[in-house]
């Protein structure tokens, strides 16, 4: 194999920023191309905030200055301290070549001098993902379905009859719609509720519970500001106890105002039972209707296992895209 050149960039590198939304990009056309094209700003907020405030370490790997392929690593400090998950692109042009192999050699290491003791890769169900996780020790222990919604299927008065015959279960409920960001006094609310995301199915993965709290409630608004995202809140509370019992957050893109995201769906246990999961999704499609009209299509993520919540899915008209694998190994 040829000298192959790893190097560390960040968020303020536009040259290698640039070059890493193009490797995205010319991966993403050949496995992926039902996915939306990478951009400089969204690749920026990636590395700059993550997901909620603790961003990814990125790499680019060259050969004879070439990028011919990237790697990151994504680790927390509020959970599963054990754990690091790993992800690497390989260029199509240079695939087979052994670069995808010393890319995560490479960032195996560097977990390990982090201290973490457990890996985590993913990649889109196909043979060349299986192959190449097997030959590196990685079990197969998660399967998630990457569904999406065009909004022009939606049938409107189906739609209104789920909900009308949904309602009667929820008659302790009340739903109340929020933008974001979240006023700080009432993050802490929000993060207990977010909590219950723990509950969906993580099959065979070994993790521990993410740990919320106000801090990280704000990071992950912080992220969506950044990345321009025009961010939706609907909640359920609990009229009895004053709780909050449930939420789903859609984002829209401002850069792509085409484009949506589903972010969290998630029901408190002790509130489930209400089908406030399909009330939720439901009232957020009318919003959005009101409130971003141009709006084409929603992307969501489900552990494949999750029957109550692809129910509600399969229930709203999203069609299925790709199945995404998890493997994990002990370092």
Not at 13 to 25: G, I, R, Y
Not at 27 to 48: C, N
Not at 134 to 149: D, L, M, S, V
Not at 254 to 259: A, H, L, Q
Request: glycine share 6%; net charge negative.
């Amino acid at each position: 194999m040829d000298v192959m050149d790893i190097t560390r960039f960040g968020p303020d590198d536009a040259a290698a920023l640039q070059e890493w939304v193009d490797l995205a990009n010319a991966v993403q056309h050949v496995d992926s191309p039902w996915e939306l094209d990478a951009t400089p700003l969204r690749a920026e907020a990636r590395f700059r905030y993550g997901w909620d405030g603790e961003p990814p370490t990125p790499y680019l790997a060259r050969v004879d200055g070439v990028v011919v392929g990237s790697g990151n690593i994504s680790v927390s400090s509020y959970d599963n301290l054990h754990l690091a998950w790993l992800g690497l692109m390989v260029h199509p042009d240079h695939r087979r070549r052994g670069y995808g192999s010393a890319i995560l050699t490479f960032l195996e290491d560097e977990a390990r001098r982090m201290g973490r003791t457990s890996a985590g890769i993913g990649g889109w169900e196909c043979d060349a993902t299986s192959g190449f996780a097997a030959r590196h020790g990685y079990e197969k222990k998660h399967q998630a379905i990457n569904r999406r919604q065009y909004v022009a299927d939606i049938d409107q008065a189906e739609l209104d009859k789920r909900y009308d015959e949904a309602l009667p279960y929820a008659a302790d409920y009340v739903l109340e719609r929020r933008r974001l960001p979240t006023p700080d006094a009432e993050l802490d609310e929000i993060a207990e509720m977010a909590s219950a995301i723990n509950d969906a199915p993580t099959d065979d993965l070994e993790i521990e519970d993410e740990v919320f709290n106000a801090e990280r409630m704000k990071a992950y608004e912080d992220a969506c500001a950044f990345r321009r995202e025009r961010a939706y809140r609907v909640v359920a509370r609990h009229l009895p106890s004053g709780q909050l019992a449930g939420q789903t957050v859609v984002v829209v893109e401002s850069e792509r105002p085409k484009y949506g995201d589903q972010h969290d769906t998630s029901v408190v246990a002790a509130h489930r039972g209400h089908r406030l999961g399909l009330l939720l999704k439901t009232d957020m499609l009318r919003w959005l209707a009101e409130e971003e009209p141009q709006l084409e299509q929603i992307d969501t993520f489900n552990a494949e296992s999750n029957d109550q919540m692809i129910g509600v899915n399969e229930a709203l008209g999203y069609r299925v895209m790709g199945r995404e694998l998890a493997f994990q190994k002990a370092l």
